[in-house]
């Protein structure tokens, strides 16, 4: 595949205030209020209540992590995993996303818009490419719940199962996500329909075409 530095130049990108950021200032403040209003003791905070929210989910992971810890050992692999991280936190923070979990070699971040998650994606697996990291991507938007800061939810598990399938440096997206970013730009290479483990039916997945004209909107 080509490399993509064009999607990476974009000095001020405008991005949406996000509904989790939103959320979780809102729940803060209840929180306060339950604790200090008229400086009583009201006892511990309750629990926030669960909130429904529609979100984009971007899943990633370094391709062959198994032989990589092999092969480096697990001082190298440490190091490599350090500089794998603070490399995709950086475009997730430029593009307006929130980090959710980071487990061993995976990531995963949420956006406020499609669009947004596939230009982390593409610009953290060119990164990455320059150090000699290659990963995997996917991205699929849907309903979550947001509860006690922590995001789950069907549309989670099929986020996690599309990047799965996903090939090195390969962006794949579902139906879903690739209807929302109608005319936007982005192109697309269509999959088919995959069967993702643990679901019962199957989903139509998309590959992110990484051509500079495409990634520009050309």
Do not use: N, Y
Not at 6 to 20: K, N
Not at 30 to 54: E, M
Not at 79 to 89: D, F, N, P, S, T
Not at 158 to 177: G, K, Q, Y
Request: glycine letters at 10%; proline letters at 5%.
């Amino acid at each position: 595949m080509d490399s993509i530095p064009l999607c990476c130049q974009a000095a001020d990108i405008a991005v949406p205030a996000h509904p989790i950021s939103m959320a979780i200032r809102a729940d803060a403040v209840t929180a306060s209020r339950q604790a200090f209003a008229g400086g009583k003791d009201h006892g511990p905070a309750q629990r926030a209540p669960c909130r429904r929210l529609l979100l984009t989910l971007l899943f990633t992971d370094i391709v062959g992590s198994t032989q990589l810890v092999e092969r480096l050992g697990d001082h190298a692999w440490h190091g490599l995993l350090h500089q794998q991280r603070a490399i995709v936190r950086t475009q997730v923070a430029r593009l307006g996303g929130i980090e959710v979990d980071c487990c061993g070699d995976g990531f995963f971040a949420i956006f406020p818009l499609p669009a947004l998650a596939i230009q982390c994606a593409a610009c953290a697996c060119d990164a990455l490419l320059e150090v000699g990291i290659e990963i995997r991507a996917g991205v699929h938007a849907g309903e979550c719940d947001f509860e006690d800061q922590r995001v789950s939810g069907i549309a989670v598990h099929v986020a996690a199962r599309i990047a799965s399938l996903a090939r090195p440096r390969e962006v794949l997206v579902s139906e879903t996500v690739k209807d929302l970013v109608a005319g936007s730009g982005l192109g697309f290479a269509d999959r088919g329909r995959r069967m993702l483990k643990g679901l019962a039916k199957p989903r139509r997945l998309f590959a992110l075409d990484w051509s500079p004209q495409r990634l520009r909107g050309d």
